[in-house]
């Protein structure tokens, strides 16, 4: 698979690992004994999940695609700067959306969390699919 190949997949498939922290929410909500709350919200539920994904989408192609070209002109190929950067743009904007808010401690710390879970995830399947092959080829080659 080519290079172009392996980035269009990433593209597509990565803003879904951000379910992952859905689906994380909705087990804590199981032991908090919500659950049923939130599977009687089905639609409500599924209407956050492709909310989710579709934030996740653009985080990918207005952030995580520059800062993903950007590297690749520094030949920097390892998963810590891409899961960092994939942390650090999520969280700074909600702080960035945070300033002069009223909105309560608690709920910001909420908002870093999920956000910044989901930048992780998102970023480091981003990695796996588009960014990996690349870095085994260049170690069996530079061996």
């Known amino acids: ?13 990565a803003p879904f690992a ?3 922290v859905l ?3 909705f087990i804590e909500s199981l032991f908090r004994g919500q659950g049923n709350l939130f599977v009687e919200g089905t639609v409500v539920a599924l209407m956050f999940g492709f909310g989710f994904v579709s934030i996740s989408f653009a985080f990918l192609i207005l ?18 700067a891409y899961v960092g950067f994939g942390i650090l743009g999520p969280v700074s904007y909600i702080f960035i959306t ?14 870093y969390v999920v956000f910044g879970s989901s930048g992780l995830c998102v970023s480091l399947i981003f990695w796996l ?3 990996k092959p690349n870095t085994v080829n260049q170690e069996s080659q530079n061996s």
């Open 1 to 13: 698979m080519s290079n172009g190949q392996r980035l269009f997949k990433a593209i597509l498939l």
């Open 18 to 20: 951000s379910l992952l």
């Open 23 to 25: 689906a994380v929410i």
């Open 63 to 80: 952030y995580g695609l520059p800062v993903h070209f950007i590297f690749t002109k520094l030949l920097i190929r390892h998963w810590i």
């Open 98 to 111: 945070h300033i002069g808010s009223e909105i309560p401690n608690s709920m910001r710390l909420v908002n």
């Open 129 to 131: 699919i588009a960014v």
